[in-house]
């Protein structure tokens, strides 16, 4: 995306031979046409300013054209020019010229030019599953009975530090559903941080 500003357009000679010519500013952004812009500009003592203070964005390209206004059909309006105006930066403000049907007009303008916002990527987020068996069972399916301790380890193959969450569902018996639900701690989160490289592996692992 870039936006240009058109600073002020001067004339330096006009087209009418006598008299201000009757300058109309028509601007296409993309191809599409915008609101005009009129003034009565006259060559004289040095030339007249007009300060449009302008501004358009575009994506590839700004055209810019000047017209004199006379009195159709008797006396057609006269083209003095077109500037066409790229998507490049400028090194500050540029200035162009309107010299056709013997005319003169100098348009200053600037482009700025930057690249669009890279968006933040989405976190990604995995899930997955782990039976955790603890306590004292009987002799019901599918387990035996015993007393079961389960260690689980998570493990961070990265070098950078990463979060994850751990919720624990109790789950029913003999196929019923879930008796509860319940997350200890709510959704806890562990930052974990890689190992410095003083052994055989990088990573470190907790458990929980
Ligand atoms: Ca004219
Ligand atoms: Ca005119
Ligand atoms: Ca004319």
Same mark, same amino acid.
């Given at each position: ?23 109309? $500013? @028509?601007?296409? *952004? /993309?191809?599409? =046409?915008? #609101? ?70 100098? $348009? @200053?303008?600037? *482009? /700025?030019?930057? =690249?669009? #916002? ?91």
């Amino acid at each position: 995306m870039c936006t240009v500003t058109l600073i002020s357009l001067h004339c330096n000679k006009t087209e009418d031979s006598t008299g201000a010519d009757e300058c109309r $500013l @028509v601007v296409y *952004v /993309d191809g599409v =046409p915008q #609101p005009e812009h009129t003034n009565s500009m006259n060559d004289a003592g040095g030339g007249d300013t007009w300060p449009l203070g302008l501004t358009y964005s575009f994506n590839s390209q700004v055209l810019v054209k000047l017209w004199d206004d006379d009195n159709p059909p008797i006396d057609p309006n006269d083209w003095l020019g077109d500037v066409d105006i790229p998507c490049v930066t400028t090194a500050g403000p540029t200035t162009a010229t309107f010299k056709e049907d013997d005319a003169n007009y100098d $348009l @200053v303008y600037s *482009v /700025d030019c930057r =690249p669009d #916002p890279i968006p933040e990527p989405e976190p990604v987020y995995y899930q997955y599953a782990v039976k955790v068996i603890q306590g004292k069972t009987d002799d019901f399916i599918p387990i035996g009975p015993g007393v079961y301790f389960t260690s689980v380890n998570v493990h961070n193959p990265w070098r950078h530090e990463v979060n994850y969450c751990v919720k624990l569902a109790v789950s029913g018996h003999n196929g019923e559903r879930f008796s509860s639900r319940m997350a200890t701690p709510s959704l806890a989160r562990f930052p974990i941080s890689r190992t410095r490289a003083s052994g055989p592996t990088r990573s470190r692992s907790t458990t929980t």
